[in-house]
């Protein structure tokens, strides 16, 4: 029983910044690999970034260089700093957990109800 919670979404400018939190409650948070996902309307949700249990991090090609994922283990929370936004990156941002240390077969993939970023002028 985990659970996710993201703020931090809004309205921004291109070029702007913003910093999406993702709060995790009901479980060991540092033995979770934590994702942030995002959908535009009528699009597939797209994986942004992803951190392991032990701080590695990947980003999709298209915000490489851009946004940054973090996790503050004392915290539960996963952050994602985005800079130099673009109105391509709007949408709808969710944060994704599993278990990284039982078997992926096994492991319960856990969603937050999603925060809304729009980069517009």
């Known amino acids: 029983q985990l659970q996710l919670v993201e703020s931090g979404g809004g309205l921004v400018q291109p070029g702007g910044s913003l910093r999406l939190s993702c709060a995790a409650s009901?479980?060991?948070?540092?033995?979770?690999?934590m994702d942030w996902y995002r959908q535009a309307p009528g699009k597939q949700r797209e994986l942004v970034a992803g951190?392991?249990?032990?701080?590695?991090?990947n980003y999709a090609d298209s915000v490489k260089g851009r946004f940054t994922i973090s996790r503050d283990n004392a915290r539960n929370t996963v952050y994602l700093q985005m800079n130099t936004l673009k109105p391509e990156d709007t949408g709808v941002y969710y944060c994704?957990?599993?278990?990284?240390?039982?078997?992926?077969?096994?492991?319960?993939?856990?969603w937050g109800q999603g925060t809304q970023v729009t980069v517009s002028s």
């Open positions: 994704k957990a599993f278990n990284q240390h039982i078997a992926r077969s096994t492991a319960r993939d856990y």
């Open positions: 009901g479980s060991i948070f540092s033995l979770y690999h």
């Open positions: 951190i392991t249990s032990g701080g590695t991090t």
